[in-house]
């Protein structure tokens, strides 16, 4: 079958967007629609004196101004957060209140302070450069290392400190053990560099509220029109019920998109207080000051190992940044988002992780691509090659002597974690093949006669995609020859529309130009798990799944009544086009000819199936990547060479949208290695480089071709369809195949830890301090 599961069918969807047919929240025009800008914070840290909106509000044009102190006179609280967690010794954790707009105090560049509303975007512009907002500065703290320090500011004066959570995982008691017992201990220490989302969409939101029904309509880009609806609810203090989320075309989630943010609950507050339509869309330079930011983590790691190269234990100690305030996920992160990964794909009995969870004056840290598990796999390693080097072994064969095998899967002894089917082995001998690992030393050689310096670096990731939780799907089919199917996740730019499409084809034998995708309306469906943590394909697929047979159990009751069969006797089959028969038989009826008939009957009245799917176990994608680079000794300029990735994914469903996920997301990964680092002033708290003009942003001509295989030799077993999330799986690997790799080509050189990004510049003063 053409169009079925396995197939590396084109994405169906392209057509409409390379058209140009794409809708974006932006594009977005209601009738009386007013347009909202923020005037944000210009200090890190700073007491707001006084705030003088008069003249502006005098402005043609000019609707309304809201403050913080209105929004809280009014009844409006603050942003709904993750806040669960407890300190390592049981007390409460220290959870920040996010402000809707700042009340008092400012606490990061970008912080929003007014909204201003108007008929037009410029008139709002123009009103903003009345306003008059006195600030009294204070001293500010950037830096996440130094965030504990003594002198450094505090952000919240009635926590006392600068830590959100000081949380563990692990015993302490048996790392020390470990360590006291261990022939070998290596360590490294880490920066885990913060960055910017940058998704090619801009955040955007349009609130229209009706005043008759009390009632919103919300547009806004999401991954997840369900979970929006909810933290909107919660920040705005409505029952989800007056909220209908509308989420269209995304252009690019990485996890940003997921969350809530102050400006779409003013906007929705705004339209409600002038029941009319309020639209708000970021500019790039707002994005770099309000956009989430990923990652940010300060790290000191070891891995206690026998002589003989057994690793024994590890222990992790981070201090992580939340930024300025709890984002949505941002204490989730750095914390139970990699619990337990710092093991790896390692026989490792003992694992000991802290993680200290700071406030800076920075722009808050969320779920960036791979959220947490990227930040794992680059400790562990780059924990196992400082291991090989101190033992004077092959990078490939310590992995190897240490990899889970096949037969001690799901023994889950100590701090192993509970894989269903991996073989690491065969897939780290299928990507040496393919990068011509074994001859390398040959390779290197003849970049010498080129004044090059040559390394090659291996990464082997795992990922625990998210386990536990719901999506819903119903699928409708219509007389007139149609299949439409509800889904309860939401696409930003993965394939969504042609991976369901390929499943619904396969189960039901449909023609694929005759089935429709629909997702991002909150009211299509009860609830919905959105898209995040590589889960949307088997939990997307499991409720599709599930409709279809409910759809598939009324189907067989009309046919049996038309066909004058028990319902013992009638089957669908695929075999011959979608039909109903009896077993044994030439007797049957099409799949639309039963829908026809439930239309017409007034128990039915349409042939559909609604489902709630519940899954429970996460899915482990795992994969060897290697990268060889060169770095010309003159210049430091490193360039990618090659790069070679053998994923384990279980049954892959369409191995072109699979090539594209992991496209992407190495070339985050690489990018982060490369050159992506938002940098602050440190005494003034200023973003240095929020600009395309500044950011280092990965480009298409840094990158060779990717050499790509899968390794399909075992299916996942929690799962109907047997296949592993992909989505996030080149972003947890990449980044640690590339510094890897420019270690190895450095080798003959003496310096301290390279953090990242490694730039030319940080390669030519290490060639050169040592000459």
Known sequence: MKFAVGQPVTRIEDTRLIKGEGKFTDDLKLPNMANGVFLRSPYAHANILSIDI???????????IFTGDRLKQEGLGHMSVIDFLENKDGTPMNASKRPILAIGKVRHVGDPVVFIVAETINQALDASELVEISYEELPCVTDTAKALNKESPILFEEFGTNSAVDWEFGSEKEWQDV??????????????NRIVVNPIEPRSATSDFNKEKDSFTVYVESQGAHAMRERLAGSLGVEEKKIKVVTNDVGGGFGLKMMCFPEYVATMFASRALNRPVKWTSTRSEAFLSDSHGRDHVTEA????????????????TIAAVGAYLSQYGIFIPTLAGAGMHVGVYKIPVLYNKANVVYTNTVPVDAYRGAGRPEASYVIERLVDKAAYDLGLDPIELRVKNFVQPDELGKHEGAILPLDSCDFQRTTEMSLISSSYSDFLERREKSKL???????????????????????????ISSEGSVKVYAGTQSTGQGHETAWTQIVVEKLGVNPEDVSIHFGNSDDLPAGGGTGGSKSLYMAAGAINDASDVMLKKGIEIAANELEASLDDIEYTTDSGPLFQVKGTNRNIDLYSVARLAEGQANTQILDGESTY????????????????????????????NYSATDDFGKIINPLLVAGQVHGGIVQGLGQAMGEHAIYEEETGQLINGSYMDYHMPRADEFPEFDLEFNQDAECTTNVLGAKGCGEAGTVASTTAYVNAIYDALSDYNFDELDMPITPMKIWKIINKSN
């Open 54 to 64: 008069d003249e502006a509000l005098k402005m043609s044009g000019v609707i309304d």
């Open 179 to 192: 360590e006291e017992k261990a022939d070998i201990v290596s360590k490294v220490d880490l920066i885990n």
């Open 302 to 317: 070891s891995i206690a190992m026998d002589k003989e190269g057994n690793f024994l234990g590890v222990k992790v100690d």
């Open 614 to 641: 519940e899954h429970k176990d996460p899915t482990f994608p795992n994969g060897c990547h290697i990268c060889e680079i060169s770095i010309d000794k003159k210049t430091g300029r490193i360039e990618i060479d």
């Open 450 to 476: 080129e004044n090059k310096l040559k390394g090659i670096g291996i990464s082997y990731y795992i990922e625990r995609t998210q386990g536990e939780g719901a999506d819903n799907s119903r699928v409708v």
